[in-house]
């Protein structure tokens, strides 16, 4: 990857960063913090890896992409206003009276969302049949779940499927911030070792470095990577990351930055743009 | 495309053998089956998950209300076995309350059709339209009632005879029992409207008023709980659409769990649904 490039991704994911920061805030909404952790994963997939056409997004041979943490909407909006599927101002209206920008995924009227989410372990199952049409179709699916997600067994009924019938166009990221609703994974409900799960449901399991662009550049454009797998990314992230009091913070889950909480977390972000 | 959550032997292996790329088992996973479905509709194809009773529909019903439902996607969710058909096998087997917790979900068409005949139709109609559907069905070797295949709308009653006296409406299964009775009724001098309701959303509502106001008395048939099924939709419109002289009985199944084995036909004499309680019922409801 050219220092260019590299650059880019990295002031992508800082500008999601920065307008999560700033629609979170006014909408006085939760889930800022894996919004925060997953801004390196979605700025190398539109920078980078999917194929899609901002002004026809309906295009039949488009790259699918499932946000299944559905709650962590803010970053997807995001990036589909920055690549120009819809007006950067329209984020102003995010979850505010009559937006179509609504606090979980929602596909109505909304260029670029392939398909609602906001119940957790409801994405990967939609994207295994995606991608099940995909493969006469010649598209790739892309899905990122959250790590508390992984507690939902459809996830693992999608994994066995997709495993099964050898869904090498279908690639999973996780979102492994370690922090879920009411604590860490560690504390809530286990899941290391992780990748290896994935590996023993028949899927190319891999783990990265989920801030390092180069990282993700590197396995997200090489799928599929395995012949016959489908893949599963456990990109290790940091739940609040970019915003020093919001790194590895449970609060972040819920809390909506304000007053000189935004100040700061704006200064923060901004330097770094 | 067909899916299976690994159910249907002996009825699903010469479509699976005819069109194997069009066939899929999706395991005993029902959850993943309904969102690998509404991916499938998602990038354009017309899906039909198939399972028994309440395994396609209460098992996954978030799955289809979020997937299929609010998507508008083309899947199509058929379960076998409605009602009481799985008697023997009990409570788990029983498919009771599905038409009111499927009927509570937006955009889904649903249809129980009454016999052999109005299944190949229902089916044919569902497969030719856009958009998320239910099919109830029994099971093989439900008894016919139309002599000849027939022509079925989505949302239009099927008159099978005319009368003044009371009309008779009956989903599902229950049509043939429900035409014994208007048989029954006819020996006894009482003229009675049969209505088969194949579809029970969107519900014909004129079929409804028109039978509130021609006969007076209508009577609903379903082998369902009496909470949220066909009674409950027709109540709904008769409510709102007071006709002078018009009534409402419903017949159906308690809204309780059957925990005794038995035949189908056992049981549903058990709660009311035999030929014989359901015209003693009837007559009671004219004297009153």
Sequence with gaps: MTTTVKEELTTLAQRLRLQIIQMTSRAKSSHV????????ILAVLYGRVLNVRPHDPFWPCRDRFVLSKGHACAGLYAVLADRGFFPLDELETFYGDGSRLAGHVTHVDVPGIECSTGSLGHGLPIATGMALAGRDLGFRVFCVLSDGECDEG??????????HHRLANLTVIVDYNKIQSLGTVDEVLRLDPLHEKWASFGWHAVEVDGHDVEALDRVLTEVPDSPGKPTCVVAHTVKGKGVSFMEHQLLWHYRSPAGDELRRAIAELGERI | ???????????????????????????????????????????GKIV???SIANFPTLRCLEQIRNGPCYHRA???VVAVGGGLIYGALGMSHHATEDLAVMRALPNITIMAPGDPAETIAATEALAKMDGPAYLRLGRAGDPRVHEHPVALSIGKALMLRAGND????????????????????QREGIGSRLLSMPTVKPLD???VLAAASDTGLVIT????SIVGGLGSAVAEVMAEHPTEGARLKRIGLPSAFVSRAGSRDYLAAKYGLSVEAIVEDVKRIRRA
């Design chain 1, 33 to 40: 913090g894996g919004g925060l952790s997953m801004a390196e």
């Design chain 1, 154 to 163: 459809s996830n693992w009924e999608a994994a066995l499927f997709a495993g």
């Design chain 2, 1 to 43: 495309m067909l899916m299976t959550g690994d159910l249907g032997f002996g009825v699903i292996e010469s479509f699976a053998r005819a069109y194997p790329k069009r066939f899929i088992n999706a395991g005993v996973a029902e959850q993943n089956m309904t969102g690998v479905a509404t991916g499938l509709a998602l990038s």
């Design chain 2, 48 to 50: 039909f998950t198939y």
């Design chain 2, 74 to 76: 083309n899947v199509k």
């Design chain 2, 166 to 185: 009371l009309t008779l409406i009956s989903t599902g299964g229950m049509l043939a029992t429900t035409s014994k009775v208007a048989d029954q009724l």
């Design chain 2, 205 to 207: 509502v004129d079929a």
């Design chain 2, 221 to 224: 048939i379903e082998e369902h």
